[in-house]
């Protein structure tokens, strides 16, 4: 019985050390199934308070929380499952009972010293688990900085997208606007920048997969519906000028579906790796009627025709277009044009084009 509850204590105790040193210490994507097992438990939590609620404004103010939350949660997760390990370990080299090795380990691992044992492998754990406790809750702590910052690099991008997209941004608004105020050609900056963002966010998002779940401060924004009008930018400016520049527009594209390909693998999403270009959209051509439409308004000058662009936008968004609507379904994003559905239904909220007000000459 002893010789069981120490290879449990060990195992225990070893897979934990692996939990930790992977989700906060190794800078590489990682599928720690610890920790994601409870932060799926409290995304599920919060998901069944917001399915409940009629508004994307109320379900974004249920979710806010969820991501700090399920950072606190897993700390606790860690120190309590530690506590168990060693209390198994303890056990396991005395005649200690379950009340009593929990006690030890406890104080032990909380620094408390209030009931130690006298033996010398006691002692041992005794240390062990000292040692432990401060360890882990000090990377948990050094872990924020690098988290956070993550979360503001991704956020400044977005922001500044509000200007370019409106809220929430929609790809044809990026080009109506640009049209509009005469800036087309410095759109290749735009998808420069946005390249640059997009293998940001592949490296940090999965390396720390819990900032999938981290929302925008405000409930119109939102990263992942930012990323999908870029690229659905992106597509449109392929498809309706094919005699412009192309190089960032194609980078920005592909550095677009690479990030979320990678986010799709750390969260186990199945996806079609080598789509073809006929495959069908969800997103239908009277859909993409209306966003040509919101583009000519605004001046934006088309190369060919919406018929014979249509081909080649949708060659384009079967790269992505499955992946983007699943996860934004899965964190419940804003519902934005072109985005998908959501768990419940809500209504789509359209950015509105700013009138232009220069004066007449």
Not at 54 to 63: C, G, T
Not at 147 to 172: D, F, I, K
Not at 274 to 290: G, I, K, N, S, V
Request: glycine share 8%; charged share 20%.
């Amino acid at each position: 019985m002893r010789v069981l509850l120490g290879v449990a204590g060990t195992v225990v105790v070893l897979g934990l050390i692996s939990s930790v040193l992977h989700s906060l210490v190794i800078p590489r994507p990682t599928r720690s199934g610890f920790s994601r097992f409870f932060q799926r438990r409290v995304h599920g939590a919060f998901q069944l308070v917001a399915d409940r609620l009629p508004s994307a404004e109320a379900k974004d103010r249920v979710l806010a929380p969820m991501g700090p939350v399920a950072i606190v949660v897993t700390l606790i997760g860690w120190l309590a499952s530690f506590m168990v390990g060693y209390a198994l370990l303890e056990a396991a080299v005395s005649r200690l009972g379950v009340r009593a090795a929990l006690i030890e380990s406890g104080s032990s691992l909380f620094t408390l010293g209030f009931a130690s044992g006298n033996r010398v492998t006691l002692n041992a754990i005794d240390f062990l688990a000292a040692v432990t406790g401060p360890i882990v809750i000090g990377l948990q702590v050094g872990y924020l900085p690098a988290l956070y910052g993550a979360y503001q690099r991704r956020e400044t991008e977005v922001t500044l997208l509000q200007a370019r997209a409106g809220s929430p941004p929609w790809g044809p608004e990026i080009l109506a606007r640009y049209a509009q105020v005469g800036l087309l050609d410095s759109l290749t900056e735009l998808f420069r920048n946005w390249e640059r963002w997009s293998a940001g966010v592949s490296e940090s998002h999965t390396t720390y997969p819990i900032l999938i779940h981290f929302r925008s401060p405000k409930a119109h924004r939102n990263w992942l519906i930012a990323l999908l009008s870029v690229m659905d930018a992106a597509a449109l400016r392929l498809a309706f000028s094919p005699s412009q520049p192309q190089a960032e527009v194609r980078m920005a594209l592909r550095a677009g579906f690479v990030c979320l390909r990678d986010i799709a693998e750390i969260e186990g999403i199945p996806y079609d790796r080598d789509p073809h270009p006929d495959d069908a959209l969800r997103l239908t051509y009277e859909e993409f009627l209306l966003g040509v439409e919101r583009m000519r308004e605004q001046g934006y000058p088309m190369e060919r025709t919406p018929e014979e662009a249509w081909p080649q936008f949708r060659g384009w968004r079967v790269n992505y277009e499955a992946l983007a609507y699943r996860l934004a379904r899965d964190i419940e994003a804003v519902p934005a044009p072109w985005s998908g559905t959501r768990r419940r239904a809500v209504a789509t909220r359209a950015p509105r084009t700013p009138v232009d007000r220069r004066p007449a000459r």
